[in-house]
């Protein structure tokens, strides 16, 4: 008697293998952006790639109606979503069930815009963010302004990369150190200077920068307790030596 051997396939696999497999192949290394080989410096650089559309992750979820059952959440948790210049009012439209299932997302942006923000990303405090990803120009006074201040008061976000238009240059921009020049007066003034001190903030934020991929990373940390003022100063002091010794040179 012949027996035909039966071929296995991916809807045979277990559940779990599957939604390993598929979280594996979903992944965005360096979503929206573009590499570039710099020859005179001989480094690589990163630019924002206009051309990158979410739905292309997305697109798992069009494959039959098991997929989309199985793999819908998925693939949105792990879709960088971008929202253009003026474009906010989109999100506000979207119902909660999407919106919690959101992790990443980017968008083009200015101090009008964040200003409006009270403590969560859109004023949508269903969002839970892993990354957030801001694309604007440092180098106006207002936008670092209404940066400080958001810094201070956002709420469920893990971490905060700023994204720089057109920037190619492997070193801290000028306007991302005076940033943090002015987070770090404002923290020091509002822990010990103002009229109802201490103000605490909501989020305290370590941050970095990538000098490969031209961004600041701030990760969001547990806000530092009242100490002496004194022993604050000591703390900060390699910050502020930082930003002194660059804008020195």
Known sequence: MSHTASKATFLS??????????????????AGLTKHHESNEGQTCSTIDER?????????????????????????????????????????????????????????????????????????????LDELQFVMPLDDSANRTALVGLLRRLRNVKQVKLLFPNHRLAKEPYGYIRLL?????????????????????????????????SWAVFVAREPMALIPEEHYLLLMKPKIDYIMDYMAS
């Open 52 to 128: 990158y559309k979410a739905r292309t992750n997305l697109a798992i979820r069009l494959v039959c109606r098991q997929f989309n059952a199985e793999f819908r959440r998925l693939a949105i948790h792990s879709t960088l979503f971008v929202l253009a210049r003026n474009s906010t009012r989109v999100a506000a439209q979207q119902v909660e069930a999407l919106l919690q299932d959101v992790k990443k997302l980017r968008i083009h942006c200015d101090h009008e815009t964040i200003g409006k923000w009270y403590e969560y990303p859109l004023n949508r405090q269903c969002l839970h």
């Open 13 to 30: 696999l277990p559940i779990e293998l599957r939604l390993e497999i598929v979280a594996y192949a979903l992944q965005q290394s360096d």
């Open 181 to 213: 020049g002015e987070l770090l007066k404002e923290d020091h003034f509002q822990r010990y200077d103002a009229p109802n001190a201490p103000n605490f903030e909501s989020t305290c934020w370590g941050w970095s920068f990538d000098k490969e991929s």
